[in-house]
């Protein structure tokens, strides 16, 4: 178990650019779900995949972000035409199935600058 | 839905001294609590979670936390910090009662440990 990975760790960008993050899941978690973090606060949802089937969105996961998970495996977050407000910490979880599985793993993140 | 409310932004305490940092949920239905920790420029990692039983959990790093229903809180408590133990510390929920698998954050509260 090697735990929840995420590339890259850091990600300086201009405005109007477009950016594509990676999470690799614990290797056993068919769940995966995706949360933003800006300064100061906690982590607000995103976006959740069972396998690779995207069954949740949150309203702010905008038209401009898109995700996907296409073999169940690990699962990418892209953001077009980036603007300042996107700059945030970007966090990936995964947990298993069954009655413990509320019980999220975070990855280390991924820090998006859009300057 | 369900939601947490981390009464505290900032805790500062001296090394050595007990800590309690607070945590009231609103819910109408049975409940799991989360406690995370985030250290500068990481993820979340799991503290402590209730899920049913016992009323006293307890985490990793010494940490531990009671569940009172009848008050609707979830206080993280330790009786001796150390410096380590300076960072950002957030309380959780799932919204179980629409089975949403997403997790809802309180806003932090920072642990400022001094010498």
């Known amino acids: 178990d090697t735990g929840v990975s995420q590339n890259p760790r850091h990600k300086i960008t201009k405005r109007g650019q477009n950016v594509t993050f990676r999470c690799d899941p614990i290797s056993e978690h068919n769940r995966l779900y995706w949360y933003r973090q800006t300064l100061g606060q906690g982590p607000e949802f995103l976006t959740y995949?069972?396998?690779?089937?995207?069954?949740?969105k949150s309203r702010l996961l905008s038209d401009r972000f898109s995700a996907e998970r296409p073999k169940g495996s690990f699962s990418t977050l892209e953001i077009q035409r980036t603007e300042q407000g996107d700059s945030a910490m970007y966090l990936c979880?995964?947990?298993?199935?069954?009655?413990?599985?509320?019980?999220?793993?975070f990855g280390p993140g991924t820090r998006l600058t859009v300057t | 839905a369900q939601s947490v409310t981390q009464l505290d932004s900032q805790v500062p305490v001296f090394e050595e001294a007990p800590v309690e940092l607070r945590c009231n949920y609103s819910?109408?239905?049975?409940?799991?609590l989360f406690w995370y920790v985030q250290y500068p420029n990481q993820g979340l990692q799991l503290l402590l979670k209730y899920l049913s039983g016992s009323t006293l959990v307890k985490g990793i790093n010494g940490f531990e936390a009671e569940f009172n229903k009848s008050q609707t809180s979830f206080h993280l408590r330790k009786p001796s910090v150390h410096i380590s133990d300076t960072a950002e510390y957030f309380c959780a929920v799932p919204q179980m009662d629409t089975g949403r698998r997403a997790l809802t954050f309180g806003s932090g509260t920072r642990l400022q440990v001094q010498p």
């Open positions: 819910s109408s239905v049975s409940v799991y």
């Open positions: 979880a995964s947990s298993s199935t069954g009655a413990i599985s509320y019980e999220q793993y």
């Open positions: 995949f069972q396998n690779e089937a995207q069954l949740e």
